[in-house]
């Protein structure tokens, strides 16, 4: 039972070029989260999603990015003309429902690198 | 708001020894609370969990916390540590009811064991 899937690992942009970050849930899982976690620092809630719904983004920057979750396909986190400060560990966490007694499963993250 | 704080950026142990890293909670309610552990360069893995009875929990790796609603603190403690438990580990804390997206996580703790 493969869980959470994000690709790439690593990815490297220069300033104003856009970055799309893949995300595939566990099987079954059709609750996806996206989270940032910055150098020494702990993991800070992006958006929440269910299949073709933004069900919570409240911790998306108003500009430059998106998120999607299509009926088909895995979960994509967008970064429009990234900025250095975009630089940081973006990980994806799914979970069976939305129950507060569904845990979290996590990805092992995409490092983007600003150049 | 709610809010996590583990006051001690990083510990370092002896193997062998016990281990406890601290976890205090701000929260208008029992939340649930959460420990994760992140490896270097990979995703967080969940340690253990409270919802709701027995404040005493049992994890995976040897792990346990106490929820001691008194002093709003989630504690992880292991009686005896192996140098493989060497990871930043994070508290997080989510909503007692509904939404799982919203789960508040402390700033880590960084656990280096020597040998």
């Known amino acids: 039972n493969a869980g959470v899937m994000q690709n790439p690992r690593h990815l490297v942009r220069r300033r104003g070029q856009e970055a799309r970050l893949r995300c595939s849930p566990m099987k079954g899982h059709s609750h996806v989260y996206w989270y940032r976690q910055l150098p020494e620092e702990g993991l800070k809630f992006m958006v929440y999603l269910q299949k073709e719904n933004i069900i919570d983004e409240s911790g998306m920057p108003k500009e430059r990015f998106s998120a999607e979750f299509p009926k088909e396909g895995p979960s994509i986190l967008r970064i429009q003309q990234v900025v250095r400060g975009d630089s940081a560990a973006y990980f994806c966490?799914?979970?069976?429902?939305?129950?507060?007694?569904?845990?979290?499963?996590f990805g092992n993250g995409t490092r983007l690198t600003v150049t | 708001a709610q809010s996590v704080t583990q006051p001690d950026i990083h510990i370092t142990v002896s193997e062998g020894a016990s281990l406890e890293l601290r976890c205090n909670y701000s929260y208008g309610a029992t939340p649930y609370l959460f420990w994760y552990v992140q490896s270097p360069g990979q995703g967080l893995q969940l340690l253990l969990k409270?919802?709701?009875?027995?404040?005493l929990v049992q994890g995976i790796k040897g792990f346990e916390a106490e929820f001691k609603r008194s002093q709003s603190s989630f504690n992880l403690r292991k009686p005896s540590v192996h140098w493989s438990d060497a990871a930043e580990y994070f508290c997080?804390?989510?909503?007692?009811?509904?939404?799982?997206?919203?789960?508040?996580f402390g700033t880590g703790t960084r656990l280096q064991v020597t040998l």
């Open positions: 997080a804390v989510g909503p007692p009811a509904g939404t799982a997206s919203k789960l508040t």
């Open positions: 966490a799914s979970s069976a429902t939305v129950a507060g007694d569904s845990p979290l499963h």
């Open positions: 409270y919802f709701s009875g027995d404040t």
